[in-house]
């Protein structure tokens, strides 16, 4: 039976008044791969900034490997393997596609020096496919080769949980396949758990074993991505507005 890795335990954010997240309980497990959905508004990026640590939280806290993170900055849950790809790739424009990944490694407790980071860099980029572009400068690559370099820079740093935040918005189905397909190898290759935020992309769910769907900054479902997606609830609430 897999280990709990990440445990939120009545985690709350408000804005201005606007409840983002409403005591949400969410446990996720060693290895295990889920997806996040619900509408806009729904709380999904919001959850995904709490457990990055990007904000504080108005109440609840949240465990990783049984240690209390609650108040630790992003860049020490980095450090401990909690890594993040983003919707919309912001590379260093000007700096190599192997050198985006090298920055990414130094986050890793796990390498040492710049020479590590750059034998991590180049069997990344040697996994997700851009080995051959990796002298280019980042600003050149087309807009899915920078989605797989978002990718590669959030595997660089041997993360133990990997939060995709829409990371195939936007691209055809044979890309999301590609990137998704990727993931899930890399995934069960380095036993990374994977979280994905998902919009309106639901080809998504066919890559996970589990679905979790907000509304409201509430928890509503957690069950297979079947039953989730077969729920007359998340019908009512969710699907009839992705399909419009």
Known sequence: MSKELLRLENVSKSFGGIRA???????IKEGEKLAII????????TLFNAI????????GRIFYMGRDITKLPPFKRKYLGISRAFQIPRPFAGMTVLDNVVVGALFSR?????????????????????HS??????????????KLLELARALAPKPKLLLLDEIVAGIPPAEVDKIMGLVVRISEQENISVVALVEHVMRVLKYVERAVFLHEGRVMMDDTPDKVLNSEVVKDIYLGKVYE
Request: no cysteine.
């Open 52 to 59: 990055s640590g990007v904000f504080g939280l108005d109440s």
């Open 21 to 27: 997240l409403n005591n949400v309980n969410l446990i």
């Open 38 to 45: 619900g509408p806009n508004g729904a709380g999904k990026t």
């Open 133 to 146: 572009k990796k002298d280019e400068l980042a600003v050149n690559l087309t807009s899915p080769e920078k």
């Open 110 to 130: 796990d390498i040492k020096d710049i020479k590590e980071a750059r034998v991590r860099a180049e069997e990344i980029l040697s996994l997700v496919g851009l």
